[in-house]
C-alpha cells in the first residue's frame, strides 16, 4: 500500500493516533457506564423515592457492563460511521482493507478482539501495512480520514 496525503484515505495510522484515539474513547466508554448508573439510580429514585442512591455494583457486574458498553460502542461506530469519537478527534476511519466499512458482525468482533488484547497495537511498528494485530486477523485497516 503506499502512503498518501493525510486526510486523501490511503494514508495508514500508527501506533500513536491509533493509541490516542483509544484512550478517547476509553475515557467515552466510561462516561456512558457513568450515565447508566446514574440513569438506574434515577429509575430507582423514581419507583421507590428517596433518597438518591448509585447502584452498588460488585466487580464482576461492572467489569461485564462496562465490557458490554465497550464493545457496542466500537462496534456500532465501526460498523455505522467507520470511527468512534476518539478516531473522529484524530482523523481516523476504520474499514475493511477495500476501503469499505466493516459490516456489524466483523465490526463487533473487531471490537471484542481489541478489548481483549489491546497490546495487538503494538505489532503496528513491525507490519509493512502498519496493521495491528486485530487488523491482521479481521482484515481491516485504519487509514487517515477527514470527516
Known sequence: MTQGDPGSGTDTAGVVSRSLA????VIVVAAIGLAVQ???GGLRLLVDGPPFRMPDLSGWRAGVLGWAVAVLYLGVSWAS???TLGDWLLGLRVTGRTGRLLGIPRAL???VLCIA???GL???PFSRRHASVQDVVMASAVRY???
Not at 483509544?22 to 474513547?25: E, G, I
Open 109 to 111: 468482533l473487531r471490537a
Open 122 to 124: 503494538l505489532w503496528i
Open 81 to 83: 460511521t467507520g470511527g
Open 22 to 25: 483509544a484512550l478517547v474513547d
Open 117 to 119: 488484547l489491546p497490546v
Open 38 to 40: 446514574f440513569a438506574y
Open 145 to 147: 480520514h477527514r470527516f
